[in-house]
Structures are given as structure tokens and as C-alpha cells.
């Protein structure tokens, strides 16, 4: 049984249709205090049970705990936990003393009340290894690559050297050439960034990364890119947080952007149904 939670009905929805298997959705609310309550909509007893649940923002977070809490207490026979976005993923170790390893503890408090886990992309792979459960990670370039082709693009970029891997592999499923930017800082408020080895003037040019939040990097990279005589630029991303106003300010820097259903939103042009199927199934 799909178990579609409130943070996630699209993709849970688009799961069930790939799937064909029964679900059940869960009712959530807040009360004026501010506690959150959920509730399964129909019987999961004796059922294997997959929870598709987003953990963005912070109340999905706490649903998703409450969830598996409900799946336990109603009599689920096992249960899968797919978190397709995975937040605080950037904080997967301590960088200074005195801080909480936020990814860490996540991953301990999902494993209590599952039986496997897997996400999408998640930003440091090494997380899984907090896990004491079977811990997945599934990659969506494959996805974006593929989505990318409606621009026929003559180059794939990462934004940064970071992300060198994802970009690799979605140009060699279209077979595109692809590099990254190289940033280079002039002084302590100016950062250089450019292609680091291939020349873009007159080129489409596609720019994939696994999170977009602020959009910051990605939109200096687009200025960079046009400077440097390129005739399109789009973007691309797994995870779409658009923070504040980046969405507005993504829109006038690209000739357009794209993002999957791992956070559902109005640019969520590719699904990640078709790659979490056969987790669900097997």
C-alpha cells in the first residue's frame, strides 16, 4: 500500500497511476498551538506500507514522524520511507564545535519506525551510512537530461566543481559534451566563474544542479554565461526550494528553468514516479 503523505500528493498520486497498487492519504492539520495532526485515511493493517513524504519544510518533517508513528500504531505490516527531498542534507558532519549533526539525527529518528529507506539526490551520499536500515540514494539526471533535450543544447554545465559527477552522467545519456564553472575569488567580495575549459559563444548552454535555493550561484552563472556570448541559458534542478524571492529573479535571468516533483511546485516539469517505481514494487 502507497501511503501518499501530505507533502507530496502529486508525486504520490503520479506513484499510484505508475503503480497501479492501493493507497491510503493522510489528513494533516495544525492546531492553534501550533501542534500538528495527522491521520491515515484508510486501513493499513497487515499492509507493506511505503510512505512518499517530502521533509520540506519543517512541518512535513514532524508529519513524516507521525506517519510512520501511525503506520506502527494501526497495525502496517512493514514499512518503506521514501523522502524524495531530504532537508538539512548540508549539514552531514560538524563543521564547528558546539554543532548538532542535523542530517545525522534525522536519519536516527526515520530508521525507529522503517524498515528501508531512499531518497533522490540527496546532497552528501554519505548520510545513508547514518542509517541503520537499507538506505538508497536515486539519482534524477537521467531525468533532467532527458527533459533537457527539449532544448537541444550544445553544452551541460554544473555550477560548480562539486557536482562534476551528476553533470557527467546526464551528458553521457544524451550524449552532450559538459563542464563545469570554475570560481575563482578576485577579492573578498568579488567571485570570478566561468567554463573551465570550453568556450560557450554561441552555444545553448543547460545548467544542472541538485538544489536551488536562493538561486545566487545560479543566476551570477547565467550573467557570466550571456557575457561570455552564449545565445540561451537554461537551469535545472532536483530539488526547487526557490527561497524568498529567487523564483521571480530565476525567471528574468533564464530563458527558462526546470525542476522535478521531489518539492512540488510550479515549475516542477519532470517526475520522479518513473525512478521511484521500481523501489515500490520490489
Known amino acids: 500500500m502507497l501511503v501518499i ?59 513524516l514522524f507521525f506517519i510512520q508513528d501511525a503506520l506502527i500504531e494501526n497495525g502496517a505490516r512493514s514499512i518503506k520511507v521514501i ?23 534525522i536519519a536516527e529518528h526515520i530508521s525507529l519506525h522503517s524498515d528501508a529507506f531512499y531518497s533522490v539526490d540527496l546532497h552528501a551520499t554519505g ?3 547514518y542509517f541503520k536500515i537499507p538506505s538508497h540514494n536515486l539519482s534524477s539526471m537521467p531525468l533532467l537530461a532527458e527533459h533537457s533535450e527539449l532544448y537541444d543544447p550544445d553544452l551541460l554545465l554544473s555550477p560548480d566543481e562539486g557536482g562534476k559527477d551528476r553533470i557527467r552522467m546526464a551528458a553521457e545519456d544524451i550524449d552532450k559534451p559538459w563542464d ?39 543566476i551570477e552563472a547565467a550573467s557570466k554565461l550571456y557575457e561570455m556570448g552564449a545565445d540561451e541559458v537554461h537551469a535545472g ?40 517505481k521500481e523501489k515500490i514494487l520490489g
Open 83 to 105: 523522502v524524495p527531498y531530504y532537508s538539512y542534507s548540508r549539514q552531514d558532519k560538524r563543521f564547528e564545535k558546539g554543532e548538532a549533526i542535523s542530517a545525522r539525527a
Open 127 to 129: 548520510i545513508l551510512d
Open 237 to 276: 534542478c532536483t530539488h526547487g526550494l526557490f527561497v524568498g524571492d529567487s523564483l521571480e529573479r530565476l525567471k528574468k535571468s533564464f530563458d527558462s528553468f526546470f525542476c522535478t516533483d521531489t518539492i512540488e511546485c510550479e515549475q516542477s516539469e519532470v517526475s520522479v514516479a518513473p525512478l521511484l
Open 5 to 63: 503523505g501530505p507533502a507530496s500528493p502529486a508525486l504520490g498520486r503520479r506513484i499510484k497511476k505508475e503503480t497501479e497498487i492501493d493507497s491510503v492519504e493522510v489528513k494533516s492539520k495544525i492546531f492553534p498551538d501550533g501542534e500538528i495532526y495527522v491521520k491515515l485515511d484508510g486501513d493499513v493493517s497487515g499492509k507493506h506500507c511505503t510512505i512518499v513524504q517530502t521533509t520540506y519544510p519543517n512541518r512535513h518533517l514532524i508529519e
Open 180 to 218: 563545469y564553472l570554475e570560481k575563482t575569488r578576485i577579492d573578498g567580495k568579488t567571485v570570478e566563474v566561468k567554463p573551465k575549459r570550453m568556450d560557450v559563444e554561441g552555444m545553448t548552454v543547460v545548467i544542472l544542479d541538485d538544489i536551488i535555493s536562493t538561486g545566487g550561484t545560479m
